[in-house]
């Protein structure tokens, strides 16, 4: 009999349930998340009103209780056929302030709230009630979307080592400080500020009309290859329009796409040929390079193609969708025609030199540079994680003018112009590699330092010279070439300017930003002659542009919800395209190295990410993958993972999963001939629907052994894993340095891929191996509910604001810690400072004040410590235990238990001016709540 019997959470686990015996059935292989059957058979009050085949796949196989630890049915029959996963219940429970989020409610378990929530009756985004916490509670939601564009990538960054950069930026800074004896130390404050901040691009009327008809915004590079009809075809089938009716009708996708070549091709076919580049390859004659340019076909070719693939898009969608699909095509291919009749924007022979002309330019914080124009495009934060993004402290041009060495002295000019963009691309840092922050706030105190005149720098020293200098000056962003729509956040427009476009254009913005746009009370001059003079007017608006962005910034600063790692959604390209990430597996390991001094040298290599859809590939290699050559003693690790599993059919029918060692264009070869390693057509039972999935790469390179795994909420219910271990003769792990990612027929978003050294116990989500049904259930009838209806449960805590992150775990449970003590005590009253008084030890202050016990409701000597109180915490157990590397931590050991620890550090009474970063000593908690 398996020693967890009836709450055995390796269900799915088909060798585990022949070898141990259960007493539930045989489990449904949908449950708990996919079955339609159960959600039905839940969900219904009189089970005798179901259809016959219903009640009977219910009664012979087993389903995950949707009420795990609090179910209180107690019948034979229930326990037979429902499996009973003790999910750690939540240490805030009825106070938790996350209750809206569906990652967390389907990690922790809380009071009134079921752990499976049945599912809503409509899907995410047509629900008008899935913003609404007392919805959220009830109701999970299927067919959860993502909608973003593609943003293309084109390897910008391949060539740049951005630790590097980081490295010798510190050690010039710290020269430079040493040299004119000034102390050098980075305020936590300033870190946060550089991590908040967003990229944000000005530009005028004319470049704004030709952003809305492409539906990106462009590079002048990308314009260029506007040129060719491809390039044109391809921008179409990327417009949101286009993109949100292939979303609706995928079958359809490839019919469109031939569809919108052949509308783009008879476009170009109308106008004169379009002059040819004025840089020729010498080995390119000007026959061939013109055939590259012009459509191949003649316009009789382009016409049948249009009503042949027409016919096919008539039968599998609406005639208004396919007018729009028209009426885009014409739309981009007539723009980008007339755009190289006249380019717009400001431009210098410069940015070819630098390469800055294949970005789209920005700034990265408060844009002051009114001469680009008075539209302000405000982009999501989360542009800047791209692999192609990155950003300098000062303007790429700065570099060649030198403008940039007398402002910046510790920046030494190399010289030749050669040499200096060689130190341009030196001075690039990406948002995604661990640590930026701290060197980009280090280059900001400098800056800030020497145009002050004065060594101790605040954050409201850094924001007053950056709202006091030339544009050029501040962090410049360089965006990828390509950005969807979908990317930027707000536009900020005076209205005098917006009832200046043309009727089209306004009506494709308000369509297109909906409440993103936003339409301001100012009237600013809108004369063809006007070059942004900053009269009165302008002056208002741009005031009140500033106003709006330092704003958000301080919003961002103060309750963070920042991403982290790579970014990026992947195009369909059948696995013949790799993006490549901006930082290798060595690289990682120094960054970790650098921040991680007391540690010795680790073994695991650890790659978490999360993806929707699946049929994608996380390939590994010790070179980067060129699909134009082909090196036989390459070291490759492939890790495919296949499509998620039909939900609608009646058996289970998953692809196959797998791990190899081999060429990752073999791909389609390895699935026909089944030559990988190690493989899996289960891996995702037990999963959730819909949503983002988190996985786990782990590599050790001591063993070779290689594990695929699912982490986050899915991994309470899905332990199937994907394991291989390599011989060294075979592969050596230890050689494998770069990290790509390639999808197959259809888009994957990935989100928060990163490498680490160490597993993220937020991520390891266990189940409580200790639960005894009898001392855990509450007879409290607030608390009652059934398993027909569940019982919505409002939380009265503090806003979710106060708990943003899990840094902020710690400072909720000793703020919870307080509450009880205000409603408990009526002798002595709740020390302010709680678990960071540094009075603890004074009987005169213990008299009249008490505080919460370190140990909470394990003390021993809870008798003996009137001035103490032990509220039970119910925190999760620590995956690593006492192995864990972050003891030391007092957020983490706040939010995680260990065996024989406490769970609060005693606050060091020097505080920030403490010299001893042992490990005894921490009074980091008390920064965290102050």
């Given at each position: 009999m398996c020693r967890y019997g009836k709450f055995c959470i390796r269900f799915h686990d088909e060798n585990h349930l022949r070898k141990e015996k259960h007493p539930f059935n045989q489990p449904c292989p949908f449950t708990p998340y996919c079955c339609p059957q159960y959600n039905e058979f839940s969900q219904t009050?009189?089970?005798?009103?179901?259809?016959?085949?219903v009640q009977k796949h219910c009664l012979q196989l087993s389903h995950v209780c949707e009420w795990g630890r609090q179910c209180k049915d107690r019948s034979d029959q229930h326990w037979k056929s429902a499996i009973h996963v003790p999910r750690h219940m939540c240490p805030y429970d009825n106070r938790c302030t996350k209750t809206d989020q569906d990652d967390h409610l389907n990690t922790f378990s809380h009071t009134g709230i079921p752990d499976i929530r049945p599912m809503c009756a409509h899907r995410r985004d047509i629900c008008r009630d899935k913003g609404k916490p007392d919805h959220i509670k009830q109701f999970r939601h299927y067919g959860n979307c993502d909608f973003s564009g593609v943003i293309n990538?084109?390897?910008?960054?391949?060539?740049?080592?951005?630790?590097?950069?980081?490295?010798?930026?510190?050690?010039?800074?710290?020269?430079?400080?040493?040299?004119?004896?000034?102390?050098?130390?980075?305020?936590?404050?300033?870190?946060r500020f550089v991590k908040a901040l967003q990229p944000v691009h000005r530009c005028s009327k004319v470049i704004f009309e030709s952003i809305l008809v492409h539906g990106h915004v462009m590079s002048s590079k990308y314009m260029e290859h506007l040129k060719q009809p491809k390039f044109a075809a391809q921008a179409?089938?990327?417009?949101?329009?286009?993109?949100?009716?292939?979303?609706?009708?995928?079958?359809?996708?490839?019919?469109?796409?031939?569809?919108?070549?052949?509308?783009?091709?008879?476009?170009?076919?109308?106008?004169?040929?379009?002059?040819?580049?004025?840089?020729?390859?010498?080995?390119?004659?000007?026959?061939?390079?013109?055939?590259?340019?012009?459509?191949?076909?003649?316009?009789?070719?382009?016409?049948?193609?249009?009503?042949?693939?027409?016919?096919?898009?008539?039968?599998?969608?609406?005639?208004?969708?396919?007018?729009?699909?028209?009426?885009?095509?014409?739309?981009?291919?007539?723009?980008?025609?007339?755009?190289?009749k006249a380019p717009a924007g400001i431009q210098y022979e410069k940015d070819k030199q630098l390469g800055t002309n294949k970005h789209v330019f920005g700034i990265l914080g408060p844009h002051c540079g009114r001469y680009y124009g008075d539209i302000v495009l405000v982009f999501k934060a989360e542009v800047m994680l791209h692999p192609d993004a990155n950003f300098t402290h000062q303007a790429a041009t700065s570099y060649l003018s030198g403008r940039t060495y007398s402002q910046r002295p510790w920046v030494r000019d190399p010289g030749s112009d050669s040499r200096k963009t060689a130190r341009f691309h030196q001075s690039k840092l990406h948002c995604s590699v661990p640590n930026y922050e701290h060197v980009a706030a280090a280059e900001l105190i400098a800056i800030t330092s020497k145009h002050q005149k004065k060594s101790s720098i605040d954050y409201k020293d850094i924001l007053d010279r950056w709202l006091s200098v030339d544009s050029h000056e501040v962090f410049e962003a360089h965006l990828p070439q390509l950005i969807p729509l979908d990317y930027i956040e707000k536009v900020y427009i005076p209205k005098s300017l917006f009832y200046s476009l043309s009727r089209k254009a306004q009506e494709c913005a308000k369509r297109t930003f909906c409440h993103g746009l936003?339409?301001?009370?100012?009237?600013?001059d809108v004369s063809p002659n006007d070059m942004y003079a900053l009269d009165n007017n302008r002056k208002e608006y741009q005031k009140f542009i500033i106003d709006k962005l330092v704003t958000k910034i301080n919003k961002r600063m103060n309750h963070p919800t920042y991403s982290y790692g790579t970014f990026f959604t992947l195009a369909p390209t059948e696995f013949t395209d790799y993006i490549v990430l901006p930082i290798t597996i060595n690289k990682s390991y120094y960054e970790y190295r650098r921040t991680h001094k007391n540690h010795s040298n680790v073994d695991d290599v650890y790659i978490y990410w999360q993806a929707m859809h699946g049929d994608m590939i996380l390939a590994l290699s010790d070179e980067h993958i060129e699909s134009k050559r082909s090196e036989k003693n390459t070291q490759y690790l492939v890790c495919y993972i296949a499509p998620r599993p039909p939900l609608k059919t009646a058996a289970y029918d998953e692809a196959y999963s797998y791990l190899n060692n081999?060429?990752?264009?073999?791909?389609?070869?390895?699935?026909?001939?089944?030559?990988?390693?190690?493989?899996?057509?289960?891996?995702?039972?037990?999963?959730?629907?819909?949503?983002?999935?988190?996985?786990?790469?782990?590599?050790?390179?001591?063993?070779?052994?290689?594990?695929?795994?699912?982490?986050?909420?899915?991994?309470?219910?899905?332990?199937?894993?994907?394991?291989?271990?390599?011989?060294?003769?075979?592969?050596?792990?230890?050689?494998?340095r770069y990290v790509h990612v390639s999808a197959?027929?259809?888009?994957?978003?990935?989100?928060?891929?990163?490498?680490?050294?160490?597993?993220?116990?937020?991520?390891?989500?266990?189940?409580?191996?200790?639960?005894?049904?009898?001392?855990?259930?509450?007879?409290?009838?607030?608390?009652?509910?059934?398993?027909?209806?569940?019982?919505?449960?409002?939380?009265?805590?503090?806003?979710?604001?106060?708990?943003?992150?899990?840094?902020?775990?710690?400072?909720?449970?000793?703020?919870?810690?307080?509450?009880?003590?205000?409603?408990?005590?009526?002798?002595?009253?709740?020390?302010?400072?709680?678990?960071?008084?540094?009075?603890?030890?004074?009987?005169?202050?213990?008299?009249?004040?008490?505080?919460?016990?370190?140990?909470?409701?394990?003390?021993?000597?809870?008798?003996?410590?009137?001035?103490?109180?032990?509220?039970?915490?119910?925190?999760?157990?620590?995956?690593?235990?006492?192995?864990?590397?972050?003891?030391?931590?007092?957020?983490?050991?706040?939010?995680y238990r260990h065996d024989g620890y406490p769970d609060f550090l005693i606050p060091c009474r020097d505080s920030s001016k403490c010299q001893d970063?042992?490990?005894?000593?921490?009074?980091?908690?008390?920064?965290?709540?102050?």
């Open positions: 009050a009189n089970k005798k009103l179901l259809k016959i085949d990538y084109f390897g910008q960054n391949k060539s740049i080592d951005f630790v590097e950069n980081q490295k010798h930026m510190m050690e010039a800074i710290n020269s430079y400080f040493e040299h004119n004896k000034i102390t050098c130390s980075v305020p936590k404050e300033i870190e179409v089938q990327e417009h949101r329009d286009v993109r949100t009716i292939l979303d609706r009708h995928d079958a359809a996708r490839s019919y469109a796409k031939e569809y919108i070549r052949a509308i783009v091709a008879l476009e170009y076919s109308k106008k004169p040929p379009i002059s040819l580049p004025m840089e020729v390859p010498l080995h390119i004659s000007s026959s061939m390079l013109r055939s590259s340019i012009l459509p191949t076909s003649d316009s009789q070719e382009s016409n049948e193609t249009i009503q042949k693939t027409e016919r096919f898009l008539r039968a599998m969608m609406e005639r208004k969708e396919i007018d729009t699909i028209r009426r885009c095509a014409v739309d981009i291919a007539t723009a980008s025609l007339n755009l190289h936003h339409l301001t009370n100012h009237q600013v081999g060429d990752p264009y073999r791909h389609s070869v390895i699935l026909n001939n089944n030559e990988c390693n190690a493989k899996s057509n289960t891996f995702y039972r037990g999963c959730s629907s819909g949503d983002f999935l988190t996985f786990c790469l782990k590599l050790d390179k001591k063993t070779g052994q290689v594990t695929l795994s699912h982490a986050g909420a899915n991994g309470i219910y899905c332990h199937n894993k994907i394991t291989y271990q390599f011989s060294k003769q075979r592969l050596d792990l230890n050689q494998l197959g027929s259809q888009k994957v978003p990935i989100r928060n891929l990163i490498i680490t050294f160490e597993p993220v116990s937020d991520l390891h989500p266990s189940f409580d191996k200790n639960f005894r049904p009898e001392s855990d259930v509450s007879s409290n009838d607030e608390h009652s509910h059934n398993h027909d209806k569940p019982s919505p449960h409002r939380s009265n805590g503090p806003s979710r604001h106060e708990s943003p992150s899990f840094l902020n775990k710690a400072g909720n449970a000793i703020k919870g810690a307080v509450d009880y003590l205000l409603r408990n005590d009526k002798e002595r009253k709740p020390c302010p400072e709680a678990v960071n008084c540094l009075l603890q030890g004074s009987s005169t202050h213990t008299e009249e004040f008490f505080h919460p016990c370190r140990y909470a409701e394990l003390c021993n000597n809870k008798d003996k410590e009137p001035h103490l109180t032990h509220e039970s915490r119910r925190v999760t157990q620590c995956q690593l235990n006492i192995s864990c590397s972050k003891l030391d931590n007092p957020a983490h050991r706040a939010a970063s042992t490990f005894q000593l921490s009074w980091a908690i008390t920064k965290l709540v102050s």
